[in-house]
């Protein structure tokens, strides 16, 4: 397989956790956001909306958008286990990982930022508020999730989660892992997110996610 994705993109990070967690080898492919790597004729005719990641599979097929390429690599190489199998704890998954990718990243991502700046004409100190603010918005709502699915879980007789839900990694920690690094990078407070801060350290205790993250990668430097 090749990945075609950019070293700070978090949902580029997302999909190169989910990899590494189930052992599946993949071409890195690096395509520079910044530089505008991913409007050049040869990446944009293959990718609808011209954006990272885009996974090509074995078979040549393109899959795009991180959440749908991590479900296919669900699908594919079910084991490791990304999603619980009991329906109710997997939609509970699936609800903490669109918390971060439908709701937290779609308002601080590059596009977004540059067009505030200029378009908009947000000065740099305007823009890394706005990053700011619904950075730590949508972490507080996901801290109060995380808190909720506690009771729930205590409710069934289930121990307290180490990761997001559970004591494996699942969809929800590839998410969110990405968005912490991105935050930490902006400098955004964390203080009083004490469940966010414990899935996000025992994360990064696991080798795939430390392989995945962003000075990993070859491209790091670029």
């Known amino acids: ?56 599979t074995d078979g040549g097929d393109v899959l795009t958008q991180s959440l749908a390429i991590i479900e296919y690599l669900e699908d594919t190489h079910p084991t490791p286990a990304l999603l619980p199998a009991d329906p109710l704890a997997r939609a509970r998954v699936r609800a903490l990982a669109q918390m971060v990718a439908c ?28 990053y700011r603010h619904w950075v730590r918005h949508g972490l507080e709502a996901f801290e109060r999730q995380l808190a909720l699915n506690e009771h729930v879980r205590a409710a069934q007789g289930l121990p307290a989660s180490d990761y997001c839900w559970g004591d494996t ?7 969110l892992v990405p968005q912490i690094f991105n935050a930490q990078r902006f400098a955004v407070p964390l203080e009083g997110l004490a469940r966010v801060q414990a899935a996000f350290d025992h ?15 070859p491209d790091c430097d670029a």
């Open 1 to 56: 397989m090749q990945l075609h994705n950019y070293f700070r993109s978090s949902a580029s990070f997302r999909v190169r956790i989910a990899l590494h967690l189930k052992g599946l080898p993949y071409d890195y492919v690096p395509v520079h956001l910044v530089k505008g790597e991913h409007q050049a004729p040869a990446f944009a005719s293959r990718i609808g909306d011209a954006l990272v990641p885009a996974l090509v």
């Open 203 to 217: 994360a990064m205790a696991h080798p795939a996610f430390e392989a995945a993250q962003p000075s990993a990668c």
């Open 103 to 130: 709701e937290i990243h779609p308002l601080n991502n590059l596009r977004v930022l540059k067009y505030l700046v200029r378009e908009l004409g947000a000065s740099e100190d305007a823009k890394t508020a706005w």
């Open 169 to 175: 990694p699942t969809l929800a920690d590839c998410c």
